[in-house]
């Protein structure tokens, strides 16, 4: 379901939030806390994507559902 990406998200907000409190407290380095920032904001936006993508699927899938019970031809005119 849609549970688990959203979850996903929020665990990488709270490696964020602890990799900067690391980096500001002194207990990582900053060029680390920099290259495993960005790691985790690629898996991120990785996370995003598969998101956009489902749900492009969904409404596709939806549209053609409705189409069909219209009779209109796939992004045409109505059957006649």
């Known amino acids: ?7 996903e998200v929020h665990g990488l907000q709270g490696q ?11 207990d990582l380095e900053r060029a680390t806390g920099s290259a ?3 790691i985790l904001n690629v898996k991120r936006a990785t996370i995003a994507t598969g998101l956009a993508v489902r749900e ?4 596709e899938a939806r549209l053609a ?3 069909e019970a219209l009779g209109i031809e ?3 005119e109505r059957a006649r």
Do not use: Y
């Not at 379901?1 to 979850?7: C, D, E, F, N, Q």
């Not at 964020?16 to 002194?26: E, F, N, T």
């Not at 492009?56 to 409404?59: C, D, G, I, K, L």
């Open 1 to 7: 379901g849609r549970g688990r990406p959203l979850a």
């Open 16 to 26: 964020l939030q602890d990799i900067a409190d690391r980096v500001l407290s002194g």
């Open 36 to 38: 495993v920032g960005q």
């Open 56 to 59: 492009a699927t969904e409404v």
């Open 65 to 67: 559902a409705i189409e």
């Open 74 to 76: 796939p992004g045409g």
